[in-house]
């Protein structure tokens, strides 16, 4: 008699979601030199240089663990791209459960090419996200970490409902990081507008 083992279950993985703008799909392995490309970007790493993984190894790590937790959970970090153009990946963003600086939560993440900025994209994203997160999902709240000098992140996330809850004293950074939440009840009450577009030149 053969014995079978069973695995532990895993979450289905989508193919790909879409917006209005945008199409939005689970990260896999080729994606590791588009990621590494956005890493190295001088202009991207402006406030969150001390976050980004260095090398290689830790850039493809960081990757896998994006990959494990959509296996997991059925949601996650997607790449990012635009409708007109759904093979030219301009970031990496979503929601994960994570743990910054020992507070753990469901984190909302974004990093865009700097060609694609000023246009609500990551907004856009990150609309659909918590939508997921709250209506189909039930979570009961989202979070965001961010440096105070990252004024421009901060305005994104104030429109889109995120409010400054405390700080973390260990941040992504060289300095403490301001901690934004928004919570279930909250996203409930809020309007469904045109993502705002922040000038992150600024």
């Known amino acids: 008699m053969v014995q079978i083992e069973f695995s532990e279950p895993v979450a289905a ?16 392995a080729s994606d590791l ?21 260095q090398g290689r190894e830790a ?3 960081q990757l896998q663990s994006w990959i494990n ?23 990496f963003g979503g929601l994960m459960h994570r743990s910054v600086a ?17 246009r609500g994209l990551a907004s856009e994203m990150a609309q659909y996200a918590m939508s997921q997160a709250f209506e189909q999902h ?11 000098s990252n004024a421009p992140t901060r305005k994104t996330l104030e429109c889109l409902g995120l409010r400054l809850k405390g700080t973390l004293a260990d941040g992504p950074g060289s300095a403490a990081a301001l901690l934004y939440e928004l919570g279930a009840d909250r ?14 030149a600024a």
């Not at 993985?13 to 896999?28: E, F, H, I, Q």
């Not at 296996?71 to 007109?84: D, K, M």
């Not at 039930?138 to 105070?148: C, F, I, K, M, Q």
């Open 102 to 118: 020992g507070h753990a939560g469901l984190y909302l993440y974004y990093r865009i090419t700097p060609q694609a900025w000023g």
């Open 59 to 61: 850039i493809e790590a």
């Open 13 to 28: 993985v989508p193919a790909a979601m879409v917006t209005r703008r945008l199409v939005l799909r689970p990260p896999k």
């Open 33 to 53: 030199d588009t990621l590494s490309a956005l890493h190295a970007d001088p202009a991207v790493n402006r406030f969150c240089a001390a976050a980004t993984p």
């Open 187 to 200: 996203w409930a009450t809020l309007p469904r507008g045109e993502p705002e577009a922040i000038a992150f």
């Open 138 to 148: 039930r979570e009961g709240a989202v979070v965001a970490a961010v440096l105070p």
């Open 69 to 91: 937790h959509w296996q997991t959970r059925g949601f996650g970090h997607w790449a990012i791209a635009e409708r007109e153009q759904p093979d030219n990946l301009i970031g």
